[in-house]
């Protein structure tokens, strides 16, 4: 009896071993099916983020481009205000120079008219320049006015400029 005792505690054993394999198959199984699947997400994460990546250096890049432009515009504006500056300030200070000599040409004119200093004509001789400072001082002016124009409308540009450089670097910097 004992012999057989002995035989039927190997198989008791063979079995036992038999039913914790299976059951640690299952759990190596199920083990290996969550980690599969934890990478395959982290696989399609790892993607989404190299999509995603690809994404913002196309639009960093094209941003990269625009913000250059507009720099350059911006300074091509900047450089035109402080032209258009040095410009409105010299002939400021012609308009000014014609002005005081028209002024001048004025008041010779009139103390010969006054004093009765005037040619056989009727003329003091003051006439045809005055005329032509008149046309001077017109032309002058004129340039001020022009000169400004375009100084205002290089401002304005350079304010839409400036406005659009701050949204495109507010929305790269998102």
Known sequence: MKKNLFLAFPLI??????GSDSNSDKIAKSTFDAVTAELEQANKAKDELTKKNQELAGQLS???????????????????????????????????????????????HQNALS?????????????GELEAKAVA????????????SERDAAIFDRDRLNAALAKLVEKVCQ
């Open 137 to 148: 001082l017109k032309i002058s002016e004129d340039n001020l006015i022009k000169m400004a």
């Open 62 to 108: 094209t941003a990269n481009v625009t913000i250059a432009g507009l720099t350059s515009e911006r300074e091509a504006s900047l450089k035109k205000i402080a032209d258009l500056n040095t410009s409105i300030e010299a002939e400021k200070q012609n308009y000014l120079t014609l002005k005081t000599d028209y002024d001048a040409l004025q008041i010779k």
């Open 13 to 18: 054993l063979l079995s036992a071993c038999n």
């Open 115 to 127: 004093t009765g200093k005037i040619g056989p004509d009727g003329k003091t001789g003051f006439e």
